[in-house]
């Protein structure tokens, strides 16, 4: 299973539309979003791309499974930041991921490393290093959302 992590920021007249607008960006606005819990597969392998909409337009309204970590402010000046973090035990190629959002890189970055230690030190696999994407954005005027999404499958109604 291929499973990749993608990222947007957008900016709305509402902090819905700026949400979208952030989708957009990452490329999957046009699905229904499926939240899952932090559990990869075996034999799954983590690709860091942004999606590309024009190609998902066959997909509209379907569902999509994902990982998702979304951050949205309408106070000026404000930095927001979103991230998505993840381990693997490379033998079986499964892991875990988490998602933190903040209000700078290096806070969601430590919430990422954090969260991960812990969760890794009562499994009895051996897990390689934390990888992680974060991305942020800084409010001037308009509301504005941060995300990054580690998506797992398209499938229909």
């Excluded at 229904?32 to 509209?60: G, H, T």
């Excluded at 381990?87 to 954090?114: D, P, R």
């Excluded at 974060?134 to 504005?144: D, Y």
Aim: net charge positive; with cysteine; aromatic share 8%.
């Amino acid at each position: 299973m291929k499973i990749k992590v993608t990222w947007g920021t957008g900016t709305g007249n509402t902090l819905l539309s700026s949400f979208d607008s952030a989708l957009f960006d990452a490329g999957i606005a046009n699905y229904n979003l499926i939240p899952l819990s932090s559990v990869i597969p075996p034999k799954s392998k983590i690709e860091v791309k942004k999606i590309n909409l024009q190609e998902s337009k066959k997909d509209f309204g379907k569902r999509l499974y994902v990982v998702l970590s979304r951050n949205c402010t309408a106070k000026k000046d404000a930095s927001i930041f979103a991230g998505v973090g993840w381990v693997m035990n490379e033998k079986e190629q499964k892991g875990l991921f988490v998602e933190h959002h903040g209000e700078s890189e290096k806070e969601v970055e430590t919430l990422i490393k954090k969260s991960l230690t812990d969760m890794t030190v009562y499994r009895k696999d051996s897990f390689g290093e934390i990888n992680m994407k974060i991305t942020g954005i800084k409010c001037t005027g308009k509301p504005v959302s941060a995300l990054v999404c580690a998506v797992y499958k398209v499938s229909k109604w």
